[in-house]
T-cell receptor, first 112, second 112 residues
Framework: DTEVTQTPKHLVMGMTNKKSLKCEQH?????MYWYKQKAKKPPELMFV???????INESVPSRFSPECPNSSLLNLHLHALQPEDSALYLC???????????FGPGTRLLVL | DQQVKQNSPSLSVQEGRISILNCDYT??????FLWYKKYPAEGPTFLIS?????DKNEDGRFTVFLNKSAKHLSLHIVPSQPGDSAVYFC???????????FGGGTRLMVKP
């Protein structure tokens, strides 16, 4: 298994909803990442987990809450989002937390 | 301050000809440089990389050139094919390796 999977592919939520994005990889990678990408912009790093511990939080608002239950899974819990949070949310993994990151297909989120 | 820049937002090339995508960076601490290709509604796919100790890396139709003194890298695709039409992101990483800095992307259109 050489891919990063993300569910759901699309998500529409209201500003009072609570939802979660899921990411999974079975390549034995020890680092996992969340990125946010707005249209026509490059991906922006949000969080990095290294060996299941949060190692980088790029000053992301607390309405985004990451969780790494085990080395293969990464969740992003969403609560009280704003319309400007609508974006493509990308998960990536890396064997040792280096530059060789493999991206999932993303979840396209729309906040109404 | 953008540390990685792709100054051409778009590029149009005829099928069979060479596509040259350019990328400039400002941080001399970057050690690895990567190119990702992205189709709409998909995550970025790793294409090719180069270490700062090299000036050229080739993989099939794709060649990346690095000019450290000019802080410039380029991706050559030859011959270009319609399936190459996508957005190409240049990315850079320091020797700590765990964070990628992306350029703004260049949309390549290869016309049949």
């Amino acid at each position: 298994d050489t891919e990063v999977t993300q569910t759901p592919k699309h998500l529409v939520m209201g500003m009072t909803n609570k939802k979660s994005l899921k990411c999974e990889q079975h390549m034995g990678h020890r680092a996992m990442y969340w990125y946010k990408q707005k249209a026509k912009k490059p991906p922006e790093l949000m969080f990095v987990y290294s060996y299941e511990k949060l190692s980088i939080n790029e000053s992301v608002p607390s309405r985004f809450s990451p969780e790494c239950p085990n080395s293969s899974l990464l969740n992003l819990h969403l609560h009280a989002l704003q319309p400007e949070d609508s974006a493509l949310y990308l998960c990536a993994s890396s064997p040792w937390g280096g530059w060789d990151q493999y991206f999932g297909p993303g979840t396209r989120l729309l906040v109404l | 301050d953008q540390q990685v820049k792709q100054n051409s937002p778009s590029l149009s090339v005829q099928e069979g000809r060479i596509s040259i995508l350019n990328c400039d960076y400002t941080n001399s601490m970057f050690d690895y440089f990567l190119w990702y290709k992205k189709y709409p509604a998909e995550g970025p796919t790793f294409l090719i990389s180069i270490s700062s100790i090299k000036d050229k890396n080739e993989d099939g139709r794709f060649t990346v050139f690095l000019n450290k003194s000019a802080k410039h890298l380029s991706l050559h695709i030859v011959p270009s094919q319609p399936g190459d039409s996508a957005v190409y992101f240049c990315a850079a990483a320091g020797n700590a390796g765990n964070m990628l800095t992306f350029g703004g992307g260049t949309r390549l259109m290869v016309k049949p």
